[in-house]
């Protein structure tokens, strides 16, 4: 879809993977596969798009999740993080208790584009101690080169445009 959410972005629309069973069942699979046999304690996603494919990583991984939320939306104490997007600025936040020491983690989310989301929930979940397994994603623009954002942190796509 070009220029949304502004002129310039082309908008890849996972809407429709996402009411189809048997496409969702897949795409999850091929994001969890890859990390079937490392140890991973807390699957983490980011609001929104990442809870959706983060909570159904975890499950079929046997482990629990965490969400990265915008500013506001947790009740407990909360670190925070900000970040340039593609189109704009924002700001996450996480508990401050939600990780700790020793923890592996994997993180999730929908989109891997200028890398800026991404690398501030790196931020958060390292600030907190815990180590990052890798990443992983059902979309990677290459062309935009987000992975150098991120650093030695492995990156797996599921799709690469």
């Known amino acids: 879809m070009p220029d949304f959410p502004k002129p310039g972005i082309v908008f890849k629309d996972i809407t429709p993977l996402l009411a189809d069973p048997a496409g969702l069942a897949m795409a999850v699979e091929v ?19 990442g809870f959706i494919f983060g909570t159904a990583i975890a499950q079929s991984l046997s482990c629990g999740f965490v969400p990265i939320r915008k500013p506001g939306k947790l009740p407990g104490r909360t670190v925070r993080a900000s970040y340039d997007l593609e189109y704009g600025s924002d700001v996450l936040e996480v508990h401050a208790d939600a990780l700790s020491s020793g923890q592996r983690v994997l993180m999730v989310d929908d989109l891997l584009a200028t890398g800026g989301t991404m690398a501030a929930c790196i931020e958060l979940v390292r600030g907190l101690g815990a180590e990052i397994a890798a990443t992983a994603f059902l979309i990677e623009l290459a062309f935009l080169n987000g992975r150098r954002k991120l650093g030695d942190v492995p990156v797996h796509a599921a799709i690469t445009y």
């Open 31 to 49: 994001m969890a596969n890859p990390y079937r046999n490392e140890r991973v304690d807390l699957v983490v996603g980011a609001e929104s798009r």
